[in-house]
């Protein structure tokens, strides 16, 4: 009878605070959800984004943890234009995400709290990842103004952009030797 009477005293209670509480994302307190992030670049995309997730805001917020805010922007490339999304953790860049044809088609991950599966992560050495370039890297044009992407080994989606300090011709590989103490500046998937 006890448990009747705390029963009916706690039902109103419980269900007009679940109308109240409905903003609260209750999945944080998932005991799995205390030690941090498990979003990681897979072959299938980044976290919860892959080829299939609409290039919306909607759908990339609901891809993404709350940790990120988005903000949208349009660029022209190759005389086209393309729209895009920045995922912002804090004040900082996080992810850069772009699509074409409706969905997410490439994300530039320059957030180091988002490492590959395999363990590799923005700030990674290109001596941990590589003996020498050739074969593995080709020199591309960056805002950094001189940038190398190198496939990561065994994928066919993710790449890494490393980039330092190189006095040499733009457009031209730097040495194994110069690269050995660049780091990964973005992992890049792409579809």
């Known amino acids: 009878m006890k448990s009747l009477r705390l029963l009916l005293c706690a039902l109103p209670l419980a269900l007009t605070g679940c109308s109240t509480l409905s903003s609260i994302n ?3 307190a998932y005991p799995w959800n205390w030690f941090g992030s498990s979003t990681e670049v897979t072959e299938q995309g980044v976290g919860k984004i892959t080829a299939s997730t ?5 759908a990339i917020q609901s891809a993404l943890s709350s940790d990120y805010r988005l903000r949208s922007g349009m660029k022209t490339e190759n005389g086209t234009i393309v729209h895009y999304f920045e995922a912002l953790k804090g004040d900082k860049l996080a992810l850069v995400i772009n699509g074409d044809k409706g969905t997410v088609n490439r994300v530039a991950v320059l957030d180091e709290d988002i490492p590959t599966a395999s363990g590799v992560k923005v700030g990674t050495p290109f001596s941990e990842l590589y003996k020498q370039a050739f ?3 080709t020199s591309v044009p960056s805002d950094d103004s001189v940038a190398v992407e190198c496939k990561a080994e065994g994928s066919a989606h993710i790449s890494y952009l490393f980039t330092g300090t190189w006095s040499g011709p733009e457009g031209l590989m730097p040495s194994d030797d110069t690269l050995k103490n660049w780091k ?3 992992i890049i998937w792409k579809q």
């Open 54 to 58: 609409a290039l919306d805001q909607d």
């Open 184 to 186: 990964v500046s973005k």
């Open 26 to 28: 209750w999945s944080a």
């Open 135 to 137: 074969g593995n890297c």
